[in-house]
C-alpha cells in the first residue's frame, strides 16, 4: 500500500484511538461514581437498577477496551508492512473496506466464511 494512504488509515486509526480512550476513561469514571454515591441505604428497585447499569457500564467499557486493542493491532499492522492484506487468504483489503472498516484483518470473503465457520460474528455486540 502506498505510503500516502497508510499515513490516511494511520491517522484515522490514531483519532478512533483518542475517542475510544476517552470512552473508556469516562465509563470508569461514571463506575466510580455510581460506587462512591453508594450511602448504604437502599431497597431492591434501587440495587437492581444500579446493578443494570453497572453492568452496562462494564459492557460498554469492555467493548471498548476491545475496540481499543483492535486499533493497537491495526497500528501494528501498518508499522509492520502487512495492513491492508487479509491475514487469511493475503490479498488485498479493498479500501472500500478499510474505510467502513480500518481495523479489518479479512476481506469481505474471509471474515464471512470465519463468521460462519466460528457461528457468530468476532466483532458483534455482547
Known amino acids: 500500500m502506498e505510503a500516502e494512504k497508510l499515513a490516511h488509515y494511520r491517522e484515522i486509526l490514531t483519532r478512533q484511538l483518542r475517542q475510544h480512550s476517552e470512552i473508556v476513561r469516562e465509563n470508569q469514571s461514571d463506575a466510580l461514581e455510581m460506587?462512591?454515591?453508594d450511602?448504604?441505604?437502599?431497597d431492591v428497585a434501587d440495587m437492581s437498577v444500579q446493578d443494570?447499569?453497572?453492568e452496562i457500564e462494564y459492557r460498554l467499557s469492555e467493548r471498548a477496551s476491545q475496540t481499543i486493542a483492535d486499533i493497537d493491532q491495526a497500528l501494528l499492522r501498518i508499522d509492520e508492512g502487512s495492513y491492508g492484506v487479509c491475514g487469511r487468504c493475503g490479498k488485498d483489503i479493498p479500501e472500500?473496506?478499510?474505510?467502513?472498516?480500518?481495523?479489518?484483518?479479512?476481506?469481505?470473503?474471509c471474515q464471512t466464511l470465519i463468521?460462519?465457520?466460528s457461528g457468530e460474528d468476532e466483532h458483534a455486540t455482547l
Not at 450511602?39 to 437502599?42: L, T
Open 35 to 37: 460506587a462512591a454515591a
Open 39 to 42: 450511602d448504604g441505604v437502599k
Open 52 to 54: 443494570v447499569s453497572q
Open 96 to 109: 472500500r473496506r478499510l474505510e467502513a472498516l480500518p481495523t479489518a484483518r479479512y476481506d469481505a470473503e
Open 115 to 117: 463468521e460462519q465457520s
